[in-house]
């Protein structure tokens, strides 16, 4: 089957810096790939969808300028939480579909202090 | 949002026994999902079923899907410990790499030795 890897798997920052998550698709071009937040025991919610080449298309209430998406190849997109703060701690994961089944990253475990 | 609702929120069983977990959703579908999650990783993806198929089988997985209803059904007979994990069900409302599945809120599934 296809393989989407997402890095790091772990990531403590200090409050008010920037951390970046890359998610690659290791064996399909992705044109698009999917990124979502996951609480505790909760389920996945969408935060955007990196298009590459283009825009990402935020879903309501994700702010833009908080996580900043970039897809500049087809393999391979970023995303970037600026200046992270306490309440950005959570699971974040990567996906793309190819062609019909959505391929996920391992996913990464944000932790700001 | 999300559209799949699954039932029950927890199950735990015995080992050998059978599991089945259910998931409604509110919207039109060209698929339904289900995917497997264990704790702290991604989601792997363990079946699809197209909105014009009624019953599908993989392995000891056994999917049913009644759109009049808008629900759909996962069997995992024999269950063994290392069925440990929470599953989720997605609906896909058009099939494509840039369709955006909705998750529904999962449901943990503990298998005892």
């Known amino acids: 089957g296809a393989v989407v890897s997402q890095h790091p798997s772990r990531v403590i920052c200090k409050s008010g810096t920037s951390v970046k998550i890359e998610c690659r698709s290791l064996d399909f071009q992705a044109t698009t790939m999917f990124w979502y937040r996951q609480f505790p025991k909760q389920s996945l919610m969408l935060m955007a969808t990196?298009?590459?080449?283009?825009?990402?298309?935020?879903e309501q209430g994700v702010e833009k300028d908080k996580f900043l998406i970039n897809h500049a190849s087809l393999t391979l997109s970023t995303l970037t939480v600026t200046s992270a703060h306490p309440e950005d701690s959570s699971f974040y994961i990567c996906s793309a579909r190819h062609p019909s089944r959505a391929f996920f990253g391992q996913g990464t475990r944000l932790t700001v202090v | 949002s999300q559209q799949g609702e699954e039932d029950p929120q927890a199950l735990s069983i015995q080992e050998g026994e059978n599991a089945t977990m259910n998931c409604s959703y509110k919207?039109?579908?060209?698929?339904l999902q289900w995917y497997r999650q264990n704790s702290g990783r991604g989601l792997v993806h363990l079946i699809l079923i197209r909105s014009n198929e009624r019953e599908k089988h993989s392995g000891r997985l056994r999917v049913t899907l009644d759109t009049s209803k808008k629900s759909s059904s996962l069997l995992i007979t024999a269950s063994r410990a290392a069925d440990t994990a929470s599953y989720f069900c997605?609906?896909?409302?058009?099939?494509?790499?840039?369709?955006?599945?909705?998750f529904g809120k999962g449901i943990t599934l503990s298998v005892r030795p």
């Open positions: 990196s298009n590459e080449g283009s825009k990402a298309t935020y």
């Open positions: 997605a609906t896909d409302p058009f099939t494509g790499a840039n369709s955006k599945l909705t």
């Open positions: 919207t039109s579908i060209n698929n």
